[in-house]
């Protein structure tokens, strides 16, 4: 009985001795924050986190000690191009729970300027995106990934060089990696302030700010998906699931470092010269008399004018894949009568599709033929077409994730393009 009572003291005495946050003096531009949740004080220091109040708000308090993360248990390599490291949790307390004890890092040398470095849990698969779209490589990389990679043991991090001149353009070790299973982070050093990129914001600037700024992702406003940006100057990447994947290209000028990043995702396509010139489009002139009219109209005043838009009244009752054959009659030639003049004519698609009756009654065949292989977006039944309300009325919405459909939009688009001449096409989004 005794004997329980004192083992049971002694395993919280083993606890409480063992973690001590390591705080030695982290510059303050290099803190990375240990309580992006809202609110931290002083009993951040239970979560193993450093605490140091300072004069400034936008600085962490309560940052990450050197002694969290994992070390490198083992680390080996079939050729002199790729790394495999195991990785061990460190005996430190956890941020939100759910941390994965034993990691995976794989890194390889796709080309002689492109890093490739992973990081995921040893025993269980998560979710990765798909990555159709990266090629797999297929030329042998001739510079040989030590020159580029260093790995430091304990805790585990990484050190990124440009081979060539040695330059570190990424340094992992200033905070440690967390990986737990609803919480991912990994920061890093930069070389410099020039930090671009990152979607899905309005950027005022095209660099960015590195005073201590979030930068959320896949979330309207708030953490923990994102990247913050601070002094040091550093990046830290959050997000809530997944692993960790990471590409780095090297070069010397942004000209080269783009043109490494396109070989990877595949180049864009250029557009026609001419679509960058002065274009009209409005809804609503009515009929083709109207179109023409207008067209002429800033033709005599020499107006800049490259392209001329017809809007969806040009359709039959709205419905797309059909036009006017009263109002306007003579579509299937309006493309000539711009392009005599060096003028181009677009017109517009919407993706929604009338259920209804044609004019007279009479069969609205693109529907029918949509409905005949089930290309319509459907409840969760998969098989009873999800009807809204667009422009012309009731409609159905074509799911262009489904083969059948995509065929389908094919084949009514050529239909289409066979019947109407015009230079290019405008879909608008999903109504
Ligand atoms: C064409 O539309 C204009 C403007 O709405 C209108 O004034 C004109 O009468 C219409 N012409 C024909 C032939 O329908």
Known sequence: KYQKIRIYILSNLIYCKTFVPQCPNIPVAERVDCYPDAG???????????????????????????NHGYTVVSEGSSNPYELTARLKRMDSPSLFGGDIQELVFQAEMQTSNRLHFKIYDANNKRFEVPHEHVRTVSSNPSTPLHKALRITREPFGLTVRRSDDEKVLFDTTMAPLVFADQYLQLSARLPSHNIYGLGEHVHQNYRHDTYWKTWPIFTRDSFPNGVTLQPAPAVTFRTIGGVLDFYIVFGYTPEQVVAEFLELIGRPVIPAYWSLGFQLSRWNYGNLTEVKATVDRNRAINLPYDVQYTDIDYMEDKKIFTYDKVKFKELPQFADYLNEKGQKYILILDPAVA??????????????????????????????????????????????????????????????????KHDALWIVSQF
């Open 355 to 420: 259920t209804s009756k044609r004019v007279g009654n009479a069969p609205y065949e693109s529907y029918d033929r949509g409905t005949a292989v089930d290309a319509w977006v459907t409840y969760s039944d998969g098989k009873t077409p999800l009807l809204g309300e667009v422009w012309p009325g009731e409609t159905v919405f074509p799911d262009y994730t489904s083969q059948n459909c995509i065929d389908w939009w094919v084949d009514e688009y050529q239909r289409l393009y066979t019947e109407i």
């Open 40 to 66: 931290a004080s002083k009993g951040c220091v239970q979560r193993g986190c450093c605490w140091s109040p300072l004069n400034e708000r936008n600085a962490p308090w309560c940052f990450f000690p050197t």
